[in-house]
């Protein structure tokens, strides 16, 4: 079944991500050649990018197949078709197309030419990922495996579900973590494999692959079947992923680990995110896959997150997979408030009022704010160093940031995608834990020994807050009002760049007021015309 057949037997919504993600088919609706022509395009497509760009090798890449749910279907001629197509796309019309497009296109490419075309490889893939229905009996499973590895010699995955694990472990395991309120039974913890079937089937197959010279592996793990309980989708059953998997996955990867000695193979795919993904791949477990992190605020920029932590990969093949590595992994998943539901409700990601064209180009923090304020993009300009850009991008909306910024009750931290990370910064913590990059002129003076006895405690507080460059230019809210009168006076009588013939005890509050009086720019704007 695929295609629009497979399209009407979906329920619709079929998939919801608010927190732990829970979807009802994962199913694609195209049909099998449709797939497989699509494969071939991106095939092509990141050969020709990867040479284009400089990417590194073109060759550094895998495709990997992935078929279910039972031998007979996968046997059938369109199933095996794609296959053997994919072992060698050579003489489908696809490749053919994609082969001649990328010929008479050459003028559009530098690093590309006609040699480079030719050496593409016609082998897209060879590997493949066995992956079952829950309840698909051990039997089955070890035929599918052996048919993939005898018959069309694929290096091979089993794709293994987390009830592997057993009901109790993971009843126990999700409450511990706050998902108690997640339901299900022991019915696939009965029906699907088992740990005792598993073990020696892993080892027959490992045997068998070794054989003929190609490699078995295990990937962890499929999604965990829940129950239907406060409608979150049309369906009786659904399948769980994300952060509350990713305990039960690593453990299912520790206890794999442990029982092969790190020699198995792991591909991982049970709550991946930025946070982790680095110190799964130091353990030895890739390929890592995701999809619900990418289903979250971002979407596919949270790839380019990732890739920003292997920037300096050594590109040595798998050694095995570290055991103590793992382990760690496993131990911190317990503690650290990713992988726990928290206590207080997370804020809705939906945005208030009509989406824009695309969900890309908003976010919560702004539609939140009373005035609109652009608050990702001063933030962008202050982690980039670019502090007179940020204050630009606050004063196009909010001609008083500092005023505005003292008596707002900040609703845009309440609504800020990070509070899913970790917990809102509050505006009484110490200044050291939110003061952006910048700021520190005022206070590395005021850190200095026997500064604030001589100067004065009253003359020397400066609260800084988080995402907010203005605040770092002036005074605090509990500073002498006198101070904000004379302030904008004297920087509008002196102008913005005469801070020498300024007397050394006006001087001090002449940066501030000029932020305030709106002449913060130095050296770019003179006196305004009848101010004295």
Excluded at 369 to 392: F, S, T
């Amino acid at each position: 079944m695929d295609g629009e057949e497979l399209s009407k037997c979906v329920n619709k919504p079929c998939i919801v991500a608010q927190d732990e993600c829970y979807n009802c088919e994962w199913s694609t609706e195209l049909e099998v050649p449709q797939a497989f022509a699509e494969y071939v395009k991106a095939w092509f497509a990141c050969h020709l990018i990867a040479r284009e760009y400089g990417l590194g090798s073109p060759d550094g890449f895998v495709f990997n197949m992935s078929v279910g749910y039972d031998l007979e279907g996968i046997k059938s001629p369109k199933v095996d078709a794609y296959i053997e197509g994919m072992k060698d796309a050579s003489g489908s019309d696809v490749w053919n197309e994609c082969r001649a497009w990328a010929l008479a296109n050459l003028d559009k490419f530098e690093h590309v030419d006609a040699a480079f075309v030719e050496s593409i490889p016609a082998r897209v893939s060879n590997s493949i990922t066995e992956s079952t229905l829950h309840g698909c009996p051990p039997a089955e499973i070890e035929r599918i495996a052996t048919y993939l590895i005898t018959e069309k010699g694929l290096n091979t995955y089993i794709k293994c579900n987390p009830t592997l694990l057993g009901y109790e472990f993971a009843r126990q395991r999700l409450n511990e973590l706050g998902f108690d309120y997640i339901v299900f039974d022991d019915t696939h913890f009965r029906e699907d494999l088992q740990w005792a079937d598993a073990v020696p089937m892993f080892e027959r197959l490992i045997a068998l692959c070794a054989e003929r010279g190609l490699e078995f592996g295990v990937k962890l793990t499929n999604t965990f079947p829940v129950d239907v309980t406060r409608n979150e989708l049309p369906s009786t059953e659904m399948y769980m992923s994300g952060r509350s998997l990713f305990s039960l996955t690593i453990e299912a990867a520790r206890r794999i680990t442990e029982q092969f000695d790190g020699k198995l193979r792991i591909s991982y795919s049970g709550g991946a995110t930025v946070y982790n993904i680095r110190a799964l791949y130091d353990a030895g477990i890739w390929p890592v896959t995701l999809a619900t992190d990418v289903l979250k605020p971002g979407g596919y920029e949270r790839f380019s997150q990732m890739a920003g932590e292997f920037t300096d990969l050594d590109g040595k093949p798998f050694a095995g997979v570290s055991l103590e590595a793992v382990a760690a992994i496993q131990t911190d998943s317990l503690t650290n408030p990713l992988y726990k539901k928290p206590l207080r409700p997370l804020p809705d990601r939906k945005v208030a009022g009509k989406s824009p064209l695309s969900d890309c180009f908003t976010t919560p923090c702004r539609t939140s704010c009373p005035i609109q304020q652009d608050i990702p993009a001063y933030l962008a300009a202050v982690d980039e160093g670019r502090y007179e850009d940020a204050l630009n991008i606050i004063i196009e909306r909010n001609a008083l940031p500092f005023i505005t910024g003292t008596i707002c009750p900040h609703p845009c931290g309440r609504a800020c995608e990070r509070a899913f990370y970790e917990p809102e910064v509050p505006r009484s913590a110490p200044a050291s834990s939110r003061r952006p990059r910048g700021h520190d002129c005022r206070a590395a003076q005021a850190a200095r020994p026997g500064y604030r006895q001589r100067r004065g405690a009253q003359r020397c507080r400066y609260r800084r807050r988080p995402g907010r460059p203005g605040d770092g230019v002036l005074p605090d809210a509990r500073r002498r009002a006198r101070h904000y009168l004379r302030g904008p006076r004297l920087a509008r009588r002196r102008g913005p760049s005469r801070d020498s013939r300024v007397p050394y005890r006006e001087r001090r509050y002449l940066p501030r007021c000029r932020a305030l009086s709106g002449l913060w720019r130095q050296g770019a704007a003179q006196r305004p015309r009848g101010v004295h």
